[in-house]
């Protein structure tokens, strides 16, 4: 295949629609989760993982080149891309899918810490998403299932075993230790982990030169932001349809913002509308003292941590 196109997030940023809108643009497949538990069968060395542990290069290139030439194949990997629930989907329809259609890559959650390591052993296109810490971690607190997998203790042990500890990120994250430390509820390890997330892939992508997309931009500038995503990707920025954009992902009330003079519309109510029926006012003054004691770097200059109370 051709240079593989990789969507990195941290959970709850919009991944899965952006994959979908590259999907749509570009024709073929964006494999949903490779890594998930459902997929991977190194699920917790893999998690959190920045590819080059003692073991993990070779087992992760492998499965991956597997995945991605269709060699391995599982209906969670055509998550996005099938009818739910996917039980109920035809095994000749699931095959047609795979012999039909091409890979362009996957989307994946938790590898923001390969971006040095796909790069390297792929040659991959990187596609990288940011949402606002808040809409996120109150976007968690609705889907109160997306720690399962493991269980968020487990996972708080793999951040700190395949990240903190990590002698790779020794000197960037060093200084943060005791704040790291220091985080209690789950509500700050969530904010603890989308910060470092963030700290170390932005690391990573401003030594490639390589651009940072968010989410925001996708609500307010959807067409020229699309377009900007498909000429990144070598793609024809004019040939974009609205449903390129707005379907299936972009269907509800409280995310069509341009359909609706309710109050509860976004254009009406601005960002806060992801996070006001969910945090607390004290919740969200955590939550962005935290992030902002991380001192984020960004180069692109579209990005900030808006309090927005």
């Known amino acids: ?179 790291i430390a220091g985080a209690s509820a789950d509500i700050e390890r969530e904010a603890v982990m989308w910060a470092v997330s963030h700290k170390l892939a932005v690391r990573a992508l401003a030594r490639r030169g390589l651009p940072i997309f968010h989410y925001e931009d996708f609500y307010e500038r959807a067409f020229p932001t699309t377009r900007r995503l498909v000429r990144y990707l070598s793609g024809n920025p004019d040939a974009i349809h609205p449903a390129h954009i707005f379907v299936p992902s972009m269907t509800t009330i409280r995310t069509v913002h341009g359909l609706t003079a309710s109050e509860s519309d976004f254009s009406a109510k601005g960002w806060g509308i992801f996070w006001e029926d969910i945090l607390s006012s004290e919740e969200l003054e955590m939550i962005m003292s935290l992030v902002r004691a991380f001192d984020i770097e960004d180069y692109s200059a579209g990005w900030a941590l808006p309090s927005q109370m």
């Open 1 to 179: 295949m051709n240079r593989p196109i990789i969507v990195l997030s941290f959970g709850r940023s919009g991944s899965t629609w952006v994959s979908d809108i590259i999907s749509k643009n570009l024709g073929g497949l964006l494999l949903f989760e490779p890594l998930h538990p459902e997929t991977c069968p190194f699920p917790q060395d893999a998690c959190y993982s920045d590819g080059y542990g003692p073991g993990q290069d070779e087992r992760l290139r492998a499965f991956l080149t597997a995945v991605m030439g269709k060699a391995y194949r599982n209906r969670w990997l055509l998550r996005n891309h099938l009818f739910n629930p996917l039980e109920a989907v035809s095994q000749t329809f699931v095959d047609m899918v795979w012999e039909e259609t091409q890979v362009l890559g996957f989307k994946e959650i938790r590898a923001n810490y390969m971006i040095d390591w796909l790069i390297e052993r792929f040659d991959a296109r990187i596609v990288y998403l940011v949402r606002h810490p808040a809409a996120v971690i109150a976007s968690l607190r609705r889907r109160k299932n997306f720690w399962n997998e493991f269980g968020f203790e487990t996972h708080w042990r793999l951040f700190l075993d395949h990240v903190v500890n990590n002698p790779r990120h020794e000197n960037i994250l060093h200084p943060y230790f005791d704040l």
